[in-house]
């Protein structure tokens, strides 16, 4: 369910293992009703490993002389909170 409902799949994505984490606690307290405390990065990692998704890590760079690596999961990402504006479809005219 909440892979579905709130993540893209495909073998290009990726998607820092943190947020998902945090994204997956907040979808159980709100969709699910679940009063308990957040469920770790470790843990969801483990469950999306199960199911057929692969850890890594990517290079992130901030700035020219700093880097870091991103622990992430690989074949999801997170959908976008707001769909985009640039599609016409998308906006309300509310002047009708």
């Given amino acids: 369910a909440w892979i579905d409902d709130c993540c893209d799949i495909g073998e290009d994505l990726w998607e820092e293992s943190i947020s998902l984490a945090k994204s997956y606690s907040e979808y159980r307290e709100q969709e699910l009703n679940y009063d308990r405390k957040r469920i770790s990065t ?3 990692a483990l469950n999306l490993k199960q199911k057929g998704f692969k850890a890594g ?6 700035r020219p002389n700093r880097g870091r690596y991103l622990r ?15 599609d016409n479809n998308n906006i309300i005219d509310f002047k009708r």
């Fill in 42 to 44: 470790r843990t969801v």
């Fill in 72 to 86: 992430v999961i690989e074949g999801l990402k997170l959908k976008p909170a707001f769909e985009s504006v640039d």
């Fill in 57 to 62: 890590r990517q290079w992130e760079k901030p």
